[in-house]
């Protein structure tokens, strides 16, 4: 069954430093997504993006955050200096059909980031 | 602000057991919903598409009431397995994405 990966599986990183959190979404997907959740707190959406550039992001994804797809195949999303409260698991997603209100997102196992 | 709401719990029922699980959303143009499982430290998986008919699958039952702005999940039978946080999740049109916002989670222990 096809699932959507992400490298790497914890991320260990010194404040103010840039990190780049990768995710491969499901290879015929169209939609891919970006979420973040603090230890103990609620999924929180960072961002949405569909055919090469963001669709919708939220007020987290402020501008120490970007996202790119380099390839056919990965999708990343970049923390340009990173803060204490990054601190957090970040799911990557990604759904198939044209966004519909119903269009399932498959998410990625998670990256946990540790900012120090 | 737009908030969903959830009892956080945990309830902790016997095998067995029916249980159910409420939540409330503020924004009354949302437009679709779902109930979605997290086991711990892992990623949310979709249990279920909540639609305004209710729908049932299996052991599971959800209930849409927009008038009152609430899902309910049942779960009838509760297995060993059904231990995990509940996530209520419901999405709201924005241009022309669906923005979800998710519920804290309700969690559920099912114990022998």
């Known amino acids: 069954e096809p699932e959507v990966t992400q490298t790497p599986s914890h991320q260990v990183t010194q404040m103010g430093q840039e990190v780049i959190l990768r995710c491969v979404p499901i290879s015929n997907h169209l939609y891919f997504y970006w979420y973040r959740q603090i230890l103990g707190q609620k999924v929180e959406f960072l961002v949405s993006f569909y055919n090469n550039e963001i669709s919708e992001k939220s007020e987290i994804f402020d501008d120490q955050f970007s996202v790119e797809r380099p390839d056919g195949s990965n999708f990343t999303l970049k923390i340009r200096s990173t803060k204490l409260e990054d601190s957090a698991m970040y799911f990557c997603?990604?759904?198939?059909?044209?966004?519909?209100?119903?269009?399932?997102?498959?998410f990625g196992p998670g990256t946990r980031l540790t900012v120090l | 602000r737009k908030e969903v709401e959830q009892d956080p719990g945990p309830f902790n029922v016997p095998e067995g057991a029916t249980v159910a699980f409420n939540c409330t959303y503020s924004n009354s143009a949302s437009q679709s919903f779902f109930w979605y499982r997290q086991d711990c430290r892992k990623e949310p998986k979709l249990l279920m598409s909540?639609?305004?008919s209710g729908n049932e699958d299996g052991r599971f039952t959800a209930q849409l009431n927009r008038a009152s702005q609430y899902i309910s999940l049942l779960i009838r039978d509760s297995k060993l397995s059904d231990s995990a946080t509940y996530l209520c999740?419901?999405?709201?049109?924005?241009?022309?994405?669906?923005?979800?916002?998710f519920g804290r989670g309700t969690s559920l222990i099912v114990h022998p």
């Open positions: 909540v639609y305004s």
């Open positions: 999740v419901v999405r709201t049109a924005s241009g022309g994405s669906y923005i979800p916002t």
């Open positions: 997603a990604s759904s198939g059909r044209l966004a519909d209100n119903y269009n399932e997102q498959f």
